[in-house]
């Protein structure tokens, strides 16, 4: 029971996520089709930063609140998760992140001119600036979750506002070369329901190389030897 607990998590934090954050996406083109300013890219990040804090809070202490493959992948090679464990809570991310892409395609049907704000590369990025900009942004993001959730020397009381902040600046920097995604189940929901899959693998591939090497300089540089699991 305890181990459904955990994938029920995973599937509502990764909701969350995309209802919330991808979801400020299509408020802000609804927004800005009637003559309003919208949210821009400030008020997007931090829809994406602060429903990060929220689930980290509520949901941390259930499953940890990976809600993005690339931590539980890097968690697999780190040794910190079981490689069955760590597939169910993918199937349980991305599934999350696929009722949240069609409920936004319901609610928002005009937003699929903005493929219901999934990433896309910015105008003239090529696939490799986007791919560097999301293993980048993706190593700071799981580092700082080695570091502050993973780590019993870190402070966990602070551990949910650090990796919301660290999402939200992610998504200030990579905004305009990448989408700032960090994770490949909030760019999986919303083009699963929209269709849209060019140059998709550039939000798997990024941020799971990103969070990969992560979590192995973490181990091998920072981590107490004596303590690890």
Request: hydrophobic share 55%.
């Given at each position: ?10 599937f ?7 209802f ?17 300013p919208?949210f ?76 219901l704000?999934?990433?896309?590369l ?29 780590d ?75 303590k690890?699991?």
């Amino acid at each position: 029971m305890d181990a459904y607990r955990r994938y029920v998590s995973e599937f509502l934090g990764t909701f969350a996520l995309i209802f919330i954050g991808s979801g400020s996406v299509c408020a802000d083109y609804y927004l800005t089709q009637a003559g309003s300013p919208g949210f821009g890219l400030l008020g997007i990040a931090i829809a994406f930063g602060f429903v990060v804090v929220a689930v980290a809070y509520s949901l941390g202490y259930i499953s940890g609140a990976h809600i993005n493959p690339a931590v539980t992948v890097s968690m697999v090679v780190s040794n910190r998760m079981d490689a069955q464990t760590g597939f169910m809570y993918i199937v349980s991310q991305l599934s999350g992140a696929a009722v949240g892409g069609y409920l936004l395609k319901m609610l928002f049907p005009a937003a699929m001119a903005v493929n219901l704000g999934t990433c896309d590369l910015g105008g003239g990025v090529s696939i490799m600036q986007a791919l560097i900009m999301e293993a980048i942004i993706t190593f700071i993001l799981v580092f700082v979750v080695y570091a502050t959730v993973i780590d019993k020397r870190a402070t966990p009381a602070l551990a949910g506002l650090a990796i919301g902040l660290v999402v939200l600046f992610g998504v200030m920097v990579g905004g305009t070369i990448s989408g700032g995604s960090m994770n490949p189940a909030r760019v999986f929901g919303p083009a699963l329901a929209s269709g849209h899959f060019i140059n998709h693998y550039v939000w798997w591939l990024g941020p799971i190389a990103g969070g990969v090497m992560a979590g192995l300089v973490y181990e091998n540089f920072f981590a107490e030897k004596d303590k690890k699991k």
